[in-house]
């Protein structure tokens, strides 16, 4: 059985330090569990164990990130008998590298990110990489010192545009909690005959594709894309798609599908064609395992799209 990590992420005064007192404070949280605090960042608050349930709790504060490697993390729990670790880490560095370091015997059981409702959108307008980079795998983003005139559509936007799945908490300063309700349907119609796609949604349909590929299993897509040659594919076969900005330029990348035509003709790398055709979920080598596979039905040469990097907002 592997050692259950608790990570706590966000950024300074986003409340990550608060919520760890509060939990390790709570008899119904804190019963006991050998519970070792790995602190990557030094707020204005700072835990104080004297208020800690019990006596079950050893806090080791990391100051560099140099020192996040696999072996130091291992050493911390040489003969403890852990139960469980809380890891509040550092806004500024990158999960990457904690994630490069963490032990086989480790497996993250809760990932929250904690923020500050009033500057989280300058957070994001600023350093989008790191809001991207603490969302993307969070199961739940909480909001603090929400105010009242909070702009719920802009955050929504925000954190939809990054990840689909995480939760989304406001919590006011007179100690009521809110939860995100806005509804997210998709801007396109699974359910049509034809799934048709417009230049401006190529980038969150290629995800919800990617993350539910059995609903897509027989569909008629129609959608614009960018040829690409393969030359490990046979001739009748090409790949269609676009470059996807997920967060900022540094991380664009050509994001498609391979697509089997019954005959290719002159197509080459670089021309923009609209495509319609049947995806089938099926295993290819390029893949390494199931994916989408485009049967083309048709296809006509198009005009580049306006954005040509297509992107989640």
């Known amino acids: 059985m592997k050692l259950p990590v608790y990570l706590f992420t966000g950024f300074l005064e986003g409340g990550k330090t608060s919520i760890i007192q509060e939990s390790l404070n709570d008899e119904k949280f804190n019963t006991g569990e050998k519970t070792l605090v790995i602190l990557c960042e ?3 608050t700072e835990l104080d164990p004297s208020q800690f349930w019990g006596k079950n709790v050893t806090i080791h504060t990391v100051d560099d990130k140099s020192w996040l490697t696999r072996e130091n993390l291992e050493g911390l729990t040489k003969n403890r008998k852990l139960d469980r670790i809380i890891i509040e880490y550092n806004g500024m560095w990158e999960l990457k590298d904690l994630y490069a370091a963490f032990p086989s015997g480790w497996a993250i059981y809760q990932n929250m990110m904690f923020a500050d409702a009033n500057t989280f959108i300058n957070y994001n307008a600023n350093m989008r990489q790191l809001v991207f980079d603490k969302l993307s795998d969070a199961e739940m983003i909480v909001l603090n010192r929400t105010p009242a005139n909070i702009d719920k559509e802009e955050i929504h936007k925000i954190v939809r545009g990054i990840t689909r799945r ?3 908490v406001y919590d006011y300063p007179d100690g009521h909690v809110e939860y995100d309700d806005i509804e997210d349907p998709l801007p396109f ?5 034809i799934i048709e796609i417009d230049d401006a949604d190529y980038a969150l349909w290629y995800r919800d594709l990617s993350e539910n590929m059995a609903d897509y299993n027989g569909k008629v897509v129609k959608f614009k894309g960018l040829i690409a040659a393969d030359d490990r594919l046979p001739s009748n076969s ?8 997920t967060c900022c330029a540094d991380d664009i990348q050509y994001s498609g599908l391979i697509s089997v035509f019954k005959n290719a003709g002159t197509l080459k790398t670089g021309d923009w064609i609209t495509v319609k055709g049947t995806i089938k979920i099926e295993k290819h ?3 390494r395992n199931q994916g989408p596979v485009l ?3 048709s296809t006509e040469f198009a005009v580049q799209p ?3 990097v297509a992107t989640f907002y």
Do not use: H, N, T
Request: net charge negative; charged share 25%; aromatic share 10%.
């Open 42 to 44: 030094e707020g204005f």
């Open 166 to 168: 995480a939760a989304i």
């Open 189 to 193: 119609d699974i359910d049509a005959p």
């Open 238 to 245: 090409l790949v269609i798609g676009r470059p996807v900005m």
């Open 285 to 287: 080598k390029l893949y």
């Open 295 to 297: 049967y083309v039905e």
């Open 306 to 308: 306006k954005q040509p």
